[in-house]
């Protein structure tokens, strides 16, 4: 079996559960994955709280929700079919009205006929159904019909939920991974990401040895989620983050897709575009102008974090984003696989991407070695041999394994075995310190 | 009427005049622009004053001049016809000559037949006429014919004359304008800058509230003017000036033109194209190299103000270029309107240039200040929300409003309400210091 | 008779001399280059000093070498006959052997079938002999036939010899030319390198009159030479050298090509580029990935001199390249003329390389200097004109004159008369200190 079947099956197992900015939906989904993880730990902020410009909002469940046609006494939507049928954070109603009453809170999409909507009201008090244009066309055709309204559901002060895991590492600089627990029944936005995640926090647990980075590992939900915990985080965030990552839309196999920075110039973006470039060249480039998840939040002004995204299919630019078409056939154990794979490579490189140097002057002797032939007559791994040369002709201390990587113009993924051989050799070390770059900033 | 009428207007009035460096002619000029604006003050600098490396030369004046036909005994060439006939700074001469003596005085455009060329000696004593080049040809056939010549001028000491107008500001910083005027009867170079400028004069005065910058706009000669101008107010100027521009050939309605100061990367140069590409994106695009107004003198090593020029059709780059074709006809009030419309663009533009900052951390709340809306099924003015979102995510305190302009890929006019408005919701501020700007310098 | 023609007698003279790392042929090569340079110092370093990370090795001597046919009789192979027959630095060996145990240490070319190939083994103990492929294939033939082998050469404890000559200017900042003397009968790798380097000397100590450059020319033995030399002067040169070239490859008449330093950035590379886009435009431009010469070690972290190198047909890049057929044939007078030639025009550009500024402000008054045109009618060399007001325009102390000419788009020796011209006129003057730079940086 593979990881992606793994991770496959844990999104069909989180599925069926309603989840929304708060509530029960998404304290199920934290617990599920803390079964995976057993050291994350599960908060909660209470509603009310002020969090910079915005408040946590009530805690919204919901029980029951369906139209009843008067007529034959069926229900014609029923939530408890698809929980996409009730726009998230309605109200609760119960009433009867006629098609025309009913009309201004039915949502459907006319370009995309046996679709369901994915549809929200988190700040204005407001109810509503969501069903496919094929059912909607059929309704409006009998407008003074009556129907039977009832939403089940409460909005009463309760507790916005997260999950937070920290894996230490032998420094105290951080990767951050981020993902989302907040849409309800969708499989690549956005149960793909919370899986992969999950997948990644157990391999960096585990596999991960001798870790240079502290890992934190954040299970939120979207935009009120994080900026919660950047209330709570902003400053150890900023003192310790090196890169970060909002994954998300990582589990079908139709592309990758890449969402920079706000200035597209930090490490994560760095090592983002060269792990991309060498594996995925395929992938297509977004700038910050096309986001929209918490990288949102993490690179806003003040808060300045290294943070971007790269997904498969990225939200918005799929046809079956934010409705029911988004389901367990969009996504597939490959392409889920593919989704660890390339956030897998990144920590991969991230880990092994130091300020090297070199331990003499000039070309060290790499013939006496057996790095270099003796013979000049001998040809051998010409590239092996050029690759060795060329990373201790840049090894000066100004840059990094992947500043080395790009000015040679290899995967710096395939310089990790040289680097260990050439100090082990003795010919390379980690720079002692930082003061050259810091001089030369 | 339109601005563009009165400017034109204003041109047919000045046109008769007869303009040099010095003399009459840019005395009335400088008067009928005082007439438009009062606060106008008109200075005079001494002949024989040393100005850097130049001297300011004796005063020409001119009463008459023609060349009389000895055998018919009628003018054939009169100054009072045209006043380009006469080379500028010509000296007197009163002396019959047949053709082959007078020749060496005579200029015509072989390639431009019917043209009457504008020619200047201006550090040289010497005298002569201008003439189409078909009636040079006529002359031609009888190469012993008597003429008699008469220039009927002066050149003594006397005075350099500019106008100066100096409108405040809530601050010591400037917006340079500089035109000149010391061409006779041409029309788009030059009497469209000083026209333009003198309708942008009264528009700054009258109409432009709550000025940040205080504007100081110059009416000089060309050359000498400007360089005498800066021996006096080089340190004033290097201290204050922000942005500033070299108003001239405004006045035609076939392109529009953007001559780059010394190395291009000024605040004047960054806020002209700006505009250009928004708003006349066919403009073409000049380097330094290619200058050849008084950009020449504020650029010049030593001086280095930040001067930039934009005109429609840039002088040497159309055929009517200094010569009796450059006439009313070639200039329109829809092409004075053109120029007068980009500067006041430009000036608008630069007087909401500031640096912006954001008061909270993370995306503000939009929904609750209604910038946003509350049903995600709700898909407004998507361009104006996202203008709204990408403001406030470059507005970190390091960007200029152009500079959030030219990221988020819009025209910086289209965010001047949204600005207000982010500052009336209390979203967004002017960044209180220039800390961070200096210290990343 | 051209330098060409003498540069390329002297490739002739020592051509048949058998050079290698070290040994009786290097030191003639270095007598005969001191009777054309009588200033030439012969340095010598014994074998088993340690150079940073590499020891001099023993010198290697060789007197005869060949296989003889036991059944002829005759020679099959002769050292005598073409000294790249022999593997440099082979062993002694006097033995008698079939053609079975011969193979292993015999060398051809298979896609080269007349040439002999230039093999070295200079830090592994063996020996070889290096044939044509067609002679190789004929002895295939009769795999079990006799052969006697004999190598009459000697590796004893002896010296590392190089040549150095410094010719002292104004200033102790350096001008670096590096060549080698190591390699047996080939005459454009490598002995175009040293002939046209000794030209050169010639031309700088007799010629090149009011040096601001001091000149350091060394004549070493490729890697095991310069890092030899390196680690006896790092530090002076580190304080002393502006610019620095390895000169190889320079003597056939096929293309120009240039090779970069580490980062492509420093004065030798900022100069060669300038002198070969202006008068060698269709030159191949190599990164410093394509390097092969002595640039490996005066370019590696912590030695970061600045050099790079200009050829015509670059090392490893013309077919003939380490064989028998880069032989008198594929150099010419012409080709080494045009190698003198480049270096010629890259000293005499880097002598007038200075930073300069103007005496005023604004532009100096050019008409009473007769620079320009008294009269707007006359259009003298306008090019010319231009080029003064150009130089004039970025002769701010920030640029050197390779900047100015860049920026104004022409090619820097053009502009030497102009500014000696200015100079004379006393409107541009050396700039006094670095000051404005530092400040800068």
Known sequence: MTIGHDIYQFVKELYPICRSLTGEGVRETLKRIQHHIPTLKIHN?????????????????IKEAYILDKTSGGKIVDFKENNLHIVSYSIPIEQE?????????????????????????????WWGFCITAEQHNELKKDPKKKYSVRINSTLRPGHLNYGELIISGETKNEILLSTY???????????????VTTALAQWIQNELKNRHFT??????????????????????????????FVITCVGDNNAYSYVASRYGNTLADKVAKHILNHHYPHYKSY??????????????????????????SKYKE?????????????????????????????IILLEHNKYYECTTYCEPQLSRRELYPTLSAIKPNRKQVWDIMNVIAYADGQNDLIDI??????????????????????????RKSLKIKQAAE
């Open 287 to 312: 700038s910050f102008l096309e986001r929209g998840s918490d990288e949102r939040q993490y690179c806003s002004p003040g808060i300045d974090l290294p943070v971007c995204s790269i997904c498969r």
């Open 97 to 125: 009205m006629t098609f025309e009453e009913l009309d201004a809170h039915l949502y459907s999409l006319p370009d995309k006929p046996n679709a369901i909507p994915y549809i929200t009201s988190y700040y204005k008090k």
């Open 45 to 61: 902020i209470p509603s009310g709280t002020r969090v910079f410009d915005w408040t946590v909002p009530d805690e919204w469940n």
């Open 181 to 195: 627990i907040c849409h309800p029944s969708m499989a690549n936005n956005e149960l793909s990401g919370p899986c």
């Open 318 to 346: 799929y046809p079956e984003y934010h409705t029911s078409l988004d389901n367990l056939s969009f996504v597939s154990p490959e392409g889920l696989q593919g989704g660890f794979d390339v956030y897998q490579k990144i």
């Open 215 to 244: 890992y934190r590992i954040l299970f939120l939900v979207e935009t009120i989620g994080s900026i919660a915990y950047l209330s709570q985080h902003r400053n150890e965030l900023k003192k310790q983050v090196s890169a970060g």
């Open 405 to 430: 990587a790009e000015k040679i113009q290899v995967d710096a993924i395939t310089l990790l075995p040289i680097v260990d051989q050439l100090i082990y050799h003795g010919i390379l070390r980690e």
